[in-house]
Structures are given as structure tokens and as C-alpha cells.
């Protein structure tokens, strides 16, 4: 059975993943700088000597990387980088700058820009973090740097990804990479990427 690493996983499970992960052939790790959604492993995306070098066949990671600070971003690819085998990948969303700054733009900064299961969500709550998590205390939903398609995909190969595609997905306004550490045919990647994403 191949595993992957679920990043900051929060109190998520595997069957909100994507569409390959929810698969029996996959085992989920969650990890976590939480102890309280009792990750498997405990750790930081900065840090994460809590898991052996290509130990994991992929890494998920879903709205975690905007948490970090600019300077940060590149330590924790390097660690995603390092902990998934020769022959993996990993699968990461975050938020889309391009799209949310149009609304921005056009002076809708605490309009709904689409509604989640936390309520309705505004171009600032997706900017700056989700206003009533910040509210509440928990300052771990704080948003610190941002992406654009560009600035993502340099950054994946900085750190020693080989290949890399992103699409945008407008309507929550965020971008799904998935990048791995081997290079493959366009036929493989294209395979890899519908294999994971809808």
C-alpha cells in the first residue's frame, strides 16, 4: 500500500482529500502542528524531522502554505521535497492572488466571494485568514504570504521538483499544484495530475 503525507491535516481524514488519495491503494499519515485534532506525527512544515527522508510515496497539503512567512516558504518546500521518495509527488492548494485581488479591485474586500462550510467566506477572510477562527483565538488560521501561478511554480522548482502544473479553480478562488520529484513524459504527468484532481 503506498502512503501519503497529510499536511496539516486539522481534523480532516483522507476522504477529504482528493480523488486518488480516497482510494484503498493509499495509507494517510496525518501531521499536524495541532496536538489536539491528534495528528499521527506532530511537526511544523519548517520542520519536519519527525518524518524519515523519502519516506512517503506523496504529500497532500491543502491551505497551509500561505500560513507561513515569505522567507519560510522555501525551508518547508525543501522539506516536502525531502520526505517524499524519488519517485513522488506532491499535491498542495492555497489561495490564488490573481483572482482574489480582482475582487479586491473592484471594492469587495468584505463581500461573500463564495460560501464554505465555515459560512461565508470575503477576499479578506482568504487574504489575511478566516476572520471568526482569528477571532476565537486560534491564530494558527493566520495568513502571512500568497501565490500566484507563477510565483508557486518558481518556487516548487527551487526547491527540486522536476515537473509542475497548476490550474486555478475560480470559484474558490484558489490553486491546485501538483508537482513531482522525477521527470516524467507530459503523457505521465497528465496521467498523474487526473489521477488526483476532478
Known amino acids: 500500500m503506498k502512503s501519503f503525507l ?15 488519495f480516497k482510494s484503498d491503494e493509499w495509507n494517510e499519515i496525518r501531521f499536524d502542528i495541532d496536538e489536539l485534532v491528534q495528528p499521527d506525527l506532530v511537526g511544523t512544515m519548517t520542520d519536519m524531522s519527525s518524518v524519515e527522508t523519502e519516506s512517503v510515496d506523496a504529500l497532500f497539503s491543502s491551505h497551509n502554505i500561505e500560513h507561513l512567512y515569505p522567507h519560510e516558504v522555501s525551508v518547508a518546500l ?3 521535497y525531502r520526505v517524499v521518495k524519488a519517485d513522488g509527488f ?7 492572488l490573481v483572482s482574489v485581488c480582482k475582487l479586491v479591485a473592484e471594492d469587495k474586500l468584505t463581500e461573500p466571494a463564495y460560501t464554505a462550510p465555515a459560512g461565508s467566506i470575503t477576499p ?13 483565538g486560534n491564530l494558527y488560521m493566520a495568513h502571512r504570504c500568497g501565490f500566484t501561478k507563477k510565483t508557486l511554480s518558481v518556487d516548487l522548482q527551487n526547491a527540486g521538483f522536476a515537473m509542475s502544473g497548476i490550474v486555478t479553480r475560480p470559484k474558490k478562488f ?4 501538483i508537482a513531482s520529484k522525477k521527470t516524467m513524459s507530459q503523457e505521465e504527468f497528465a496521467a498523474l495530475f487526473k489521477s488526483q484532481l476532478d
Open 174 to 177: 484558489e490553486l491546485w499544484a
Open 124 to 136: 479578506l477572510d482568504i487574504l489575511y485568514g478566516h476572520r471568526p477562527a482569528l477571532a476565537q
Open 6 to 20: 497529510h499536511v496539516g491535516c486539522g481534523p480532516k481524514r483522507k476522504d477529504q482529500t482528493t480523488k486518488g
Open 78 to 80: 525543501k522539506e516536502f
Open 90 to 96: 506532491v499535491v498542495i492548494t492555497c489561495p490564488d
